[in-house]
C-alpha cells in the first residue's frame, strides 16, 4: 500500500469525524437585583434561543453596594429565571455567591428538546369578534328578514 494514499485516506477520516462534531460555547446573561419586568423577560427570552441552539447559559447576578445585604432577592430572581424555563433547561451548577456575583450554569435538556419537537402543537390565532356599527345594522337587518319570512 502507498503511504502517501494511507495519510490521505487518514486525513479524510478524521475531516469526517470533525464535520459530526458540535460545538458548545458557554454564552452569559448578566442580571441585576433591581431589574425590571419587561428587562427580565427579554433576557430570558435570549436564553431561551440559546438553550434552543444547544449553547450553555451562565447566568450571573451581579450586586452593586449595598444589594449586597440582600442576597435573597438574588436567588429570587434566579428562581424565577429556572421557573420560566422550565423543562428546557436543567441546572448544571445551583445558584452560588461568588463576590459580589451570584452565578449559576443551565445547560439544554435533550429530553425536553425530543419531546418539544415530537409535540409541537399547531400554533392557531384566537379569534377575536371586533364589529362595528355597519357589521351590527346589516346583522339586524338579517335577523329581521328571518323573522319577516317565518311569519
Excluded at 470533525?18 to 430570558?44: N, Y
Excluded at 450571573?60 to 438574588?74: D, K, N, S, V
Amino acid at each position: 500500500m502507498d503511504y502517501g494514499k494511507f495519510r490521505y485516506e487518514e486525513a479524510q477520516r478524521l475531516k469526517e469525524s470533525r464535520k459530526k462534531t458540535v460545538q458548545i460555547t458557554m454564552k452569559e446573561v448578566k442580571f441585576k437585583p433591581k431589574i425590571a419586568k419587561g428587562d427580565f423577560d427579554t433576557k430570558v427570552r435570549h436564553m431561551l434561543e440559546f438553550l434552543d441552539e444547544g449553547h450553555k447559559v451562565k447566568v450571573t447576578l451581579q450586586f452593586r453596594g449595598r444589594e449586597m445585604a440582600h442576597p435573597e432577592l438574588g436567588t429570587k430572581i434566579l428562581d424565577a429565571v429556572i421557573e420560566q424555563l422550565g423543562p428546557i433547561a436543567k441546572v448544571d451548577t445551583s445558584a452560588r455567591l461568588e463576590g459580589r456575583n451570584m452565578t449559576m450554569v443551565l445547560s439544554p435538556d435533550k429530553k425536553a428538546a425530543k419531546r418539544s419537537a415530537a409535540q409541537k402543537p399547531a400554533v392557531t390565532k384566537p379569534t377575536t369578534q371586533i364589529s362595528t356599527e355597519t357589521e351590527n345594522s346589516n346583522a339586524k337587518d338579517e335577523n329581521i328578514e328571518d323573522s319577516k319570512k317565518a311569519v
